[in-house]
């Protein structure tokens, strides 16, 4: 990110720029923190499902 003194000698459609670039960023960011987080979900879950299923086949087999 610039500096304010650096923002200041720019122009205002550059300040914009800048702006709107930060906000798609920002909104790519929260995107990809939501997919991790799902996905952490997810492979959490699917792994307690796996184990009971291991664990119920044992069962079935003893």
């Known amino acids: 990110m610039k500096k304010k003194s650096e923002l200041l000698k720019q122009e205002p459609s550059e300040i914009l720029i800048i702006k709107e670039q930060q906000f798609y960023e ?3 960011l929260i995107l990809q923190r939501a997919r991790e987080e799902a996905y952490n ?6 792994t307690y499902a796996y184990w009971n ?3 119920r086949i044992v ?4």
């Open 41 to 46: 979900s997810v492979n959490g879950i699917m």
């Open 53 to 55: 299923v291991g664990r």
């Open 59 to 62: 069962e079935q087999e003893q």
């Open 26 to 28: 920002d909104v790519r």
